[in-house]
């Protein structure tokens, strides 16, 4: 049973920063890519960035690009979302999710190709 846990979230002004945590438990954490969404109120869940089991690929969306970096620590089952720079369009719920190597793509965030979603971590950015 795979399991995910979000951390990290909460009030930041704007040109803030904030680290996410996605915890794993339950299963091989070093076999899965680890990606991480986002959904604004009112608005589709979008693919925000994604990292590969070694962290040998990356893929981050156009809209987080020089600001955000994702990472993992295998020993620790985590992987970590740095957000620079925040901006109110920023806000949103974070939520991470497992996908298996063979649908790791490095120019899109497929989300059915995803599972075992973890709960969710509110963001806010706003002065």
């Known amino acids: 049973q795979l399991q995910l846990v979000e951390s990290g979230g909460g009030l930041v002004q704007p040109g803030g920063s904030l680290r996410l945590s996605c915890a794993a438990s339950?299963?091989?954490?070093?076999?899965?890519?680890i990606g991480w969404f986002r959904q604004a109120p009112g608005k589709e869940r979008e693919g925000v960035s994604c990292?590969?089991?070694?962290?040998?690929?990356?893929y981050y969306a156009d809209s987080v690009k020089g600001r955000f970096t994702i990472s993992r620590d295998n020993a620790k089952n985590t992987v970590y979302l740095q957000m620079n720079n925040l901006k109110p369009e920023d806000t949103a719920i974070y939520t991470c999710?497992?996908?298996?190597?063979?649908?790791?793509?490095?120019?899109?965030?497929?989300?059915?190709?995803?599972?075992?979603w973890g709960q969710g971590t509110q963001v806010t950015v706003s002065s």
């Open positions: 339950g299963f091989t954490f070093d076999t899965y890519a």
């Open positions: 999710a497992a996908v298996p190597p063979w649908k790791y793509n490095n120019h899109r965030m497929w989300e059915d190709d995803f599972e075992s």
């Open positions: 990292i590969t089991s070694r962290s040998d690929s990356t």
